[in-house]
């Protein structure tokens, strides 16, 4: 028996081999991955970890000890090709490695910023702990600093940044922030708050070049020829799938790696999860790029990790858990239930110091974005996973009892 082989040692990767053996799978099992780390969250890098609250052991998923107490062989290797026919894995070491059954949990990689000067020193990405050591100590002598892209990473770490006073801009192509993720209103309202906080933006601005001095980072210029001087600049502009070791074994691939309801993949021997892999969900009803999706988020990771296992320890399940993320920007908790889309019809609940935006598409509500509201959020994850009905109406009056309808 060859047992069953993960490839990709991070959140999924990790929570499918715990959650094999917390199911009772007894056979050998592999986790390979080419970081140096044991398995850590990410989450932080962007936040306590840049910000000195918490250092890299407390980023440990488990404890350094937990693969060898549970015969979970870590192999510390990139894997460069799958032989389907002959069920192994090749190593770049040139080793190979058997399996009966194949996991790949390869997660996704930095987009590059495709302009001259992007590969200066002192442009940084930000999506492993190594990368998030050298912005670290890149930050202790930064005084100007460009962010390019006001996503959640990018946003995270500006508002580190301005935490510690340090100069920041952002630059940002769409008319607002997050604006693949959330609402016109709560983009506005953490606009506002990045901007209070002495963080300034710049919206339809794009990039040209990254100009060097001595072979380091001095200014960003920008498309309309505006030069930003800059000694530290952070890439955040998204991420690509790694989904070229299934591209190359055959497995259908777009934008992610394609699975089935069951997170099976084209062969039956190998499985995805994670947020190199795109799967079929209700929840995506009526998106424009139709009802497969790919989830960058911790609780897809878990939950998909989760489901794998439950199937291949005899508990086969649908994977159909609810999509639900968070972001802390500064002293703000932004927590989304759903899957919206920029198109849905938005209905703003306000009560207390924060407020929910509650989104509509074809007349079902189709996600939650809670600022500072837990509980709305907790309400909304239930509501939205029975499929219970909601009208724009009572989502907008404080007074509707939310949670009751959440445990009708
Ligand atoms: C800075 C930052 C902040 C974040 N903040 C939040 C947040 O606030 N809330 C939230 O919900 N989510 C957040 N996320 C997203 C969350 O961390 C990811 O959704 C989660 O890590 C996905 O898990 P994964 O296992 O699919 O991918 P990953 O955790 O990226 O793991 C994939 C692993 O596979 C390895 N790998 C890839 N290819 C190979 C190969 N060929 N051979 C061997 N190993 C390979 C990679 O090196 C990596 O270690 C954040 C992410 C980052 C980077």
């Not at 340090?166 to 983009?187: F, N």
Request: net charge neutral; hydrophobic share 45%.
């Amino acid at each position: 028996m060859s047992g069953i082989l993960v490839v990709g040692a991070g959140q999924a990767g990790f929570q499918a081999a715990a959650s094999l053996r917390e199911s009772g799978f007894a056979g050998p099992l592999t986790l390979v991955g080419e970081e140096a780390q044991p398995p850590y969250q990410r989450p932080p890098l962007s936040k306590a970890y840049l910000a000195g609250k918490t250092d890299a052991r407390g980023l440990l998923l488990r404890q350094e000890t937990f693969c060898a107490e549970h015969a979970i062989t870590r192999r510390r290797a990139r894997a460069t090709g799958i032989d389907r026919t002959e069920r192994r894995v090749r190593l770049e070491d040139g080793q190979s490695l058997a399996y009966d059954h194949l996991i790949l949990a390869t997660g996704t990689r930095n987009r590059a910023l495709p302009v001259p000067g992007a590969d200066l020193a002192g442009v940084h990405g930000l999506r492993t702990l190594d990368e998030a050591d050298a912005l670290k100590s890149a930050l202790e002598h930064a005084r100007q600093i460009v962010v390019v892209g006001a996503g959640f990473i990018g946003l995270d770490f500006a508002a580190v940044c301005a935490a510690r006073g340090l100069s920041v801009t952002v630059i940002e192509a769409a008319d607002r922030v997050m604006a693949r993720a959330v609402s016109p209103e709560t983009s506005a309202a953490f606009r506002d708050f990045h901007e209070a906080s002495g963080v300034t933006i710049l919206f339809g601005a794009g990039v040209s070049a990254v100009e060097g001095a001595d072979g380091r980072v001095a200014a960003v210029t920008l498309a309309d020829g505006k030069s930003l001087p800059a000694d530290l600049v952070l890439v955040g502009i998204g991420v690509v799938p790694n989904q070229e070791l299934a591209e190359a074994a055959g497995l259908p691939v777009h934008d992610g790696i394609v699975v089935d309801a069951f997170l099976a993949t084209a062969d039956p021997a190998i499985s995805a999860i994670g947020d190199g892999a795109r799967f079929p969900t209700r929840f995506a009803a009526g998106l424009p790029h139709g009802d497969r999706v790919r989830i960058e988020s911790v609780q897809n990771a878990v939950d998909q990790g989760r489901c794998l296992a439950a199937r291949l320890t005899g508990r086969p399940s649908a994977y159909d858990a609810v999509p639900w993320f968070w972001s802390d920007q500064g002293p703000r908790k932004l927590q989304i239930a759903g899957l919206g889309s920029p198109g849905d019809a938005s209905v703003l609940r306000r009560a207390g110091a924060g407020f929910s935006v509650f989104r509509f598409r074809d007349g079902r509500l189709s996600a939650v974005e809670s600022v500072d509201r837990p509980a709305d959020h907790m309400a909304a994850r239930r509501i939205i996973a029975a499929g219970r009905s909601l009208t724009p109406d009572q989502a907008a009056d404080p007074a509707f009892d939310l949670k009751a309808l959440a445990t009708a």
